[in-house]
């Protein structure tokens, strides 16, 4: 049995599916952070901190307040 051709196969399917563990994670953290913004927009829109409120933020005031 050839064990440099089976070790390259072994390493080769490894490699797949990291990649594909990689692309799960990715994609669950973007749609666990959308939803966070999500949320925290509909929050502001719900209920305003003050009366005038319009509910918009800039981007730095969304970046300081989800991190």
């Known amino acids: 049995m050839d064990w440099l051709g089976t070790a390259a196969n072994v ?3 490894l490699t797949m599916l990291g990649g594909a563990v990689g692309v799960v994670l990715y994609r669950y953290g973007f749609h666990r952070r959308e939803k ?5 927009l509909l929050d ?11 509910g918009e933020r800039t981007v ?5 307040e989800l991190g």
Request: net charge negative.
């Open 11 to 13: 390493a080769s399917i």
């Open 36 to 40: 966070k913004l999500e949320d925290y």
């Open 44 to 54: 502001i829109s719900k209920n305003p901190q003050w009366p005038t409120d319009p």
């Open 60 to 64: 730095d005031q969304l970046i300081s």
